[in-house]
């Protein structure tokens, strides 16, 4: 059997109200994540698993600090202690960014599985049994490893890339666009995979070797009709700020005062990153942005462009590498 150290970090998975149809109001971090897998006991069937009770709060909580504890910690499982998989259990508001930040500097060949729940654990129905059984079905399988840092919900695997929140409340809610879905969990108890990552990730990034103490600042920006630049003003005048992601209307477009502000933030040594609030499709280089050397964010959403920036404002400054990054990510 696979060795497997569940991380916990609280989320709706360890949460507590007293109506059980009730699907709003609760409280995160009443359940450790020993109390739920006693309810449970098939897990122990399929992997030799140990717990870690890191944190137990809403994922609301969560901090670039948080994330360099985790990688600390996973590294530690991973290549010291001798685990053969990581299962995190994360409130689902902003797994997709911690994720992705694992996604990028963890180094390992070995499964990284982030899971959570849609509905509390004492609610009726809820989803937290099944999404943890199967992320340690995923941690275990021999065909999850060389494929990053990958997110198991509601049957359904994605890769930290491409996965985002898609609804507030329903089960279904972690989707991948465009893109699809890695694979599956199937009711036969098997993983099944159709396709792996084609980005770099993981073992073969360039800041999976890193030692980080602290991560840039980087702010996002959203765009929209009228958007008059006092947000941009006042991030550059007020604040110190080593980078801006817009979430630009279209293929990544922002209003005419936006960009006097956003040179305004070039001008200052500020990166400035042109991404989309749009779900699906790429920003790419357009001539009238050349003037600002702001490099476009690919397919990437503006959560996990900040995420991508703060890593890569580590190692590089200019246009061609911050782009070339974007390009290869």
């Not at 007293?18 to 709003?24: E, L, Q």
Request: net charge negative; glycine share 6%; aromatic share 8%.
């Amino acid at each position: 059997m696979k060795k497997i150290k569940i991380l916990a970090t609280g989320g709706t998975i360890s949460a507590h109200h007293a109506n059980r149809v009730d699907f709003r109001n609760y409280i995160s971090g009443h359940y450790s994540c020993e109390d739920i897998t006693k309810e449970i006991p098939e897990i122990h069937d399929i992997a030799s698993i140990e717990i870690e009770q890191l944190a137990n709060f809403s994922s609301t909580v969560i901090t670039s600090s948080h994330w360099l504890q985790l990688r600390k910690r996973i590294n530690q499982c991973l290549n010291n202690e001798g685990y053969d998989g990581i299962v995190i259990t994360h409130g689902t508001n902003t797994l997709e960014e911690t994720a992705y930040f694992l996604h990028l500097t963890m180094d390992t060949e070995k499964p990284i599985v982030l899971t959570g729940a849609q509905r509390p654990l004492s609610g009726l129905s809820s989803d937290a049994h099944i999404n943890l059984l199967n992320a340690v079905k995923v941690a275990s399988s021999k065909d999850s490893y060389g494929k990053g840092v990958l997110v198991a919900l509601n049957d359904q695997i994605s890769s930290a890339r491409d996965v985002a929140k898609t609804n507030t409340y329903r089960l279904e809610t972690f989707q991948s666009g465009q893109l699809g879905f890695l694979g599956y969990i199937d009711p036969d108890n098997t993983v099944q995979f159709y396709r792996a990552p084609t980005r770099t990730h993981t073992i073969q990034s360039k800041f999976s070797k890193l030692e980080i103490k602290e991560l840039p600042t980087v702010e996002i920006v959203y765009s929209y009709a009228g958007a008059n630049g006092n947000i941009i003003s006042s991030l550059i005048n007020t604040t110190t700020v080593d980078g801006i992601i817009v979430a630009g209307t279209g293929a990544g477009r922002c209003s005419p005062e936006e960009e006097l502000a956003l040179k305004q933030a070039r001008d200052k040594g500020i990166q400035v990153i042109m991404s989309s609030r749009v779900e699906n499709g790429r920003v790419v280089p357009i001539e009238k942005y050349e003037y600002l050397e702001a490099p476009t964010a690919d397919n990437l959403s503006p959560q996990k462009a900040r995420i991508l920036l703060m890593v890569a404002l580590l190692k590089y400054t200019n246009y061609d590498d911050l782009q070339a990054v974007f390009d290869q990510y």
